[in-house]
Every structure is written in structure tokens, then in C-alpha cells.
């Protein structure tokens, strides 16, 4: 549980981080105002870098779970049904929201 709340921790640091570069980004473009024609783009390059770390640090703290948590039957994935084949698309594997069968029964 010790961990999980340390993720939970890490994760609302990691996206309050993020804000704030977004934020210096959309208002200045993620440049300072002090900067010069040639590193000007650079300026910029480096604050969109340090966002997409940021995002990378983040996708890998929300995608994390913890091993040590129990399936129960009260859990999501446990408690999802099974989507018959005939549900879903053949060439996507997505679950078929209006489907259409032809006369011939091919879907």
C-alpha cells in the first residue's frame, strides 16, 4: 500500500510539474525574453524536451501496477465480461459499436 501511495505521490508531483512547463510554453513560447536570434530555438527545444520527459516519467508511474495487489473478484478485470468474437471487428479487434451483417451473414 506503501508504494502505491508513493506512486500516487510521484504522479501528482510529476503532473504538477507539467503544468508548469505547459504553462511557460504557452506564454512564452518556452523561450526566454531575454534571448538572442540563435538560441532562441533552443530555448524552446529544451522546455518541450523537459515536457515530453516529464509526460515519459508520468506514463510510466500511472501505467505501473503494483505486484503485490491481489486479483479479487470485486476487481475490474476480473469482473469484465467476455466479449464474444462476433462482437468484434476482424482487422481492428476493437468492440464493434454498430456493426453490419450483409445478407450472405458476413459481418
Do not use: H
Request: charged content about 30%; glycine content about 6%.
Amino acid at each position: 500500500m506503501a508504494e502505491a501511495d508513493a506512486a500516487a505521490v510521484n504522479a501528482d508531483t510529476l503532473r504538477l510539474e507539467l503544468k508548469k512547463t505547459m504553462t511557460k510554453i504557452l506564454e512564452d513560447g518556452g523561450v526566454s525574453k531575454d534571448r538572442g536570434e540563435t538560441d532562441g530555438s533552443f530555448g524552446a527545444l529544451k522546455t518541450i524536451d523537459e515536457a515530453v520527459r516529464i509526460l515519459n516519467s508520468l506514463r510510466e508511474v500511472e501505467t505501473k501496477k503494483p505486484e503485490s495487489a491481489p486479483t479479487t473478484p470485486s476487481s475490474p478485470a476480473s469482473s469484465a465480461p467476455k466479449v464474444p468474437k462476433e462482437f468484434k471487428c476482424t482487422l481492428s479487434y476493437a468492440i464493434m459499436s454498430e456493426p453490419v451483417v450483409i445478407a450472405s451473414g458476413q459481418g
